[in-house]
């Protein structure tokens, strides 16, 4: 079937530096898209997400930027902080169906 | 304060009891959902309901029940639990899902083990 995939499994970045998390979907029938923060014992924290009719959305710190010819979507965080330490999932809607298929995530590391 | 709260946080219990894990959102969200996480598997998705008396499965809907009888409560019924159902779950709530997409709203976790 298909599914939801991230580039990099861990992604180390010096605090103040950007940052940039990359997922691919194979789906191109998904029309919305999320981005989640996950800490340590904690459930994903919704950060962001973008409709398919737009290409760039931007939050406090963050943009989501989506390339439909690709099937590519990433999560710029700006001046990254220590509290940013987390590991982020996207997540696709096929269809705008009930069904919300999640990449495995991606570790981010930030070092002082 | 909006939130999702599942019951209980942790159980260890053993092959074949009976288990309930509750979930409950003050949201009045129509969407809730459940989700099973491992490790290098992501969030799967177990089912989900999309109104009060209304549910489907999702991805790994075996050896799982659901109820919907009021909108706020979800519950997740392990009939006879087995050791390949030891995991970290959330339930989750939004708004709306399909038609007018809103974000979910993700609960803090329980984690079982079978034993």
């Known amino acids: 079937g298909e599914s939801v995939g991230l580039h990099l499994p861990t992604l180390s970045v010096q605090e103040g530096d950007n940052s940039i998390i990359n997922c691919a979907y194979s789906n191109s029938a998904s029309d919305y898209f999320i981005w989640y923060k996950q800490e340590s014992g904690k459930g994903p924290q919704f950060i962001i997400d973008?409709?398919?009719?737009?290409d760039k959305r931007q939050g406090q710190r963050v943009t989501v930027l989506l390339n439909k010819t690709v099937k590519h979507l990433s999560l710029q965080i700006a001046a990254t902080q220590p509290g940013d330490s987390a590991v982020y999932f996207c997540a696709e809607n096929p269809n705008s169906g009930y069904a919300l298929n999640f990449g495995k995530g991606t570790s981010l590391l930030v070092t002082p | 304060e909006a939130q999702v709260t599942q019951n209980p946080r942790y159980l260890i219990t053993v092959t074949g009891k009976k288990l309930t894990v509750t979930c409950s959102q003050n949201m009045n969200h129509e969407y809730m959902s459940w989700y099973r996480q491992d490790p290098g598997l992501g969030l799967r998705q177990i089912y989900y309901s999309m109104n009060v008396e209304v549910t489907d499965k999702g991805d790994v809907p075996e050896g799982y029940k659901v109820s919907r009888k009021e909108k706020r409560n979800f519950p997740l019924i392990l009939e006879s639990p087995s050791p390949n159902q030891t995991s970290l779950y959330f339930c989750a709530s939004s708004l709306s899902l399909g038609t007018g997409n809103q974000p979910q709203h993700f609960g803090d976790g329980t984690r079982l083990s079978i034993l």
């Open positions: 973008i409709r398919s009719n737009m």
